[in-house]
């Protein structure tokens, strides 16, 4: 995607957004995320990631997207990169979520408004209360009346 004053912002709202994503996916061994890059069973990683992101987002909001990567040298941590596709109501975001030793980031490459706005805040806006609301709201049971 070609960066604009508005991208930052953006990857910031997906970044907060799919941080407990990204913290199940840190649990998973590197070395079985780049077996499954490495032999292609694109099937089982997008089971891992709809299995992280079931516990936090309404069903078929986070996916895994085309494919993946990885970095891996003999002086430096593996670095798991992975294509995800978020489709919130009315915007679908395609990116890709890094995953190194200690951190993760997002890169947008695409961000596709159903129903853009002439206002670039207004789609910021926009996207931010539409990943708000498929996340899953978490509900306590009432104390039972004594």
Same mark, same amino acid.
């Given at each position: 995607?070609?960066? $604009?004053?508005?991208?930052?912002?953006?990857?910031? *709202?997906?970044?907060?957004?799919?941080?407990?994503?990204?913290?199940?996916?840190?649990?998973? !061994?590197?070395?079985?995320? +780049?077996?499954?890059?490495?032999?292609?069973?694109?099937? $089982?990683?997008?089971?891992?990631?709809? @299995?992280?992101?079931?516990?936090?987002?309404? /069903?078929? &909001?986070?996916?895994?997207?085309?494919?993946?990567?990885?970095?891996? !040298?003999?002086? $430096?941590?593996?670095?798991?990169?992975?294509?995800?596709?978020?489709? /919130?109501?009315? %915007? &679908?975001?395609?990116?890709?979520?890094?995953?190194?030793?200690?951190?993760?980031? +997002?890169? *947008?490459?695409? *961000?596709?408004?159903?129903?853009?706005?002439?206002? /670039? !805040?207004?789609?910021?806006?926009?996207?931010?209360? @539409?990943?708000?609301?498929?996340?899953? %709201?978490?509900?306590?049971?009432?104390?039972?009346?004594?």
């Amino acid at each position: 995607m070609r960066k $604009s004053e508005f991208s930052e912002k953006r990857e910031q *709202i997906v970044a907060e957004a799919i941080r407990p994503i990204a913290t199940e996916l840190r649990l998973i !061994d590197a070395a079985d995320f +780049i077996a499954l890059l490495r032999f292609e069973s694109y099937a $089982s990683l997008a089971d891992l990631v709809e @299995s992280a992101a079931e516990l936090y987002f309404l /069903p078929g &909001t986070v996916n895994f997207g085309l494919g993946g990567n990885y970095n891996l !040298d003999w002086n $430096s941590c593996p670095e798991i990169i992975l294509d995800l596709e978020l489709k /919130p109501r009315g %915007v &679908t975001v395609y990116a890709r979520l890094v995953l190194a030793a200690d951190t993760a980031g +997002i890169e *947008i490459s695409h *961000i596709n408004f159903q129903q853009p706005s002439s206002d /670039p !805040d207004e789609n910021t806006a926009f996207l931010a209360k @539409s990943l708000e609301e498929a996340k899953f %709201v978490k509900s306590y049971p009432l104390p039972l009346a004594s």
